[in-house]
């Protein structure tokens, strides 16, 4: 079976400062991907980053960057310099590839609040 | 370009009412995704469809969930009679088949049944 942990119900931040929201996964697949979604109080939600499991780098976009550990399962999430902006719920997701799914399946969130 | 369009974006009726939920995903994605989303189930898939054909509905609850895919810029998430305990977030969701890296939500329709 597959199933994405995030065990950080909560977490603060002050503005600026670096922050590290974690996310383990478990699969039998040796190919998968690994999601961050970010849902503000809106509701909308809008992906952030993505890690192939063969990804030999991690992955990077913009303050966001994947710390990928493929021997520990886990696929934490870093976002660097917060902004108020950043406050939020996050979402870690995987997808695989056992039986030629597109489904992801979805940790429980983690929600961020950066302070000034 | 238009994103995922969900309509409508509040609904509100009576436990035992039909209440039909609609999508339009972005033009050339030919995957279709229903997600559910709750305090108590986090993000569930319910269904999710390829050039149109349902490919997993595993995630559907019961009978009175029933979806639609009639066309490449239309699908619909029926549920009939709706119960209280199916107050939730409906979100669509589309990609192009296979490469769900590239995965856009709509808004989501919140859907609250008294």
């Known amino acids: 079976a597959q199933k994405i942990t995030q065990t950080q119900p909560g977490m603060f931040v002050q503005e600026k400062e670096a922050v590290t929201l974690d996310c383990t996964y478990d699969?039998?697949?040796?190919?998968?991907?690994l999601f961050w979604y970010k849902q503000p109080s809106s509701g909308e939600m809008i992906f952030l980053i993505y890690?192939?499991?063969?990804?030999?780098q991690n992955a990077t976009e913009g303050r966001y960057s994947l710390n990928f550990q493929k021997a520990r399962k886990s696929a934490n999430l870093v976002i660097s310099a917060s902004q108020l902006g950043d406050s939020a719920m996050y979402f870690c997701?995987?997808?695989?590839?056992?039986?030629?799914?597109?489904?992801?399946?979805f940790g429980t969130g983690t929600r961020l609040q950066v302070f000034p | 370009d238009a994103g995922v369009i969900q309509s409508p974006r509040h609904e509100v009726t009576e436990m035992g009412q039909e209440v039909t939920l609609r999508c339009k995903p972005i033009?050339?994605?030919?995957?279709l995704f229903w997600y559910r989303q709750t305090m108590m189930r986090g993000l569930e898939l319910l269904i999710y469809?390829?050039?149109?054909?349902?490919?997993?509905d595993s995630g559907m609850p019961e009978d009175r969930f029933s979806a639609k895919m009639p066309n490449a810029s239309f699908s619909t998430l029926k549920i009939q009679p709706s119960e209280p305990r199916d107050s939730a977030v409906y979100f669509c969701?589309?990609?192009?088949?296979?490469?769900?890296?590239?995965?856009?939500f709509g808004s989501g329709t919140q859907l609250s049944v008294l």
């Open positions: 969701a589309s990609s192009l088949q296979g490469r769900v890296e590239k995965l856009f």
């Open positions: 699969t039998s697949d040796q190919s998968y991907g």
């Open positions: 890690q192939g499991s063969y990804d030999e």
């Open positions: 997701a995987m997808r695989g590839r056992l039986y030629n799914t597109d489904k992801l399946i």
């Open positions: 033009s050339g994605h030919n995957s």
């Open positions: 469809f390829n050039n149109n054909v349902p490919i997993d």
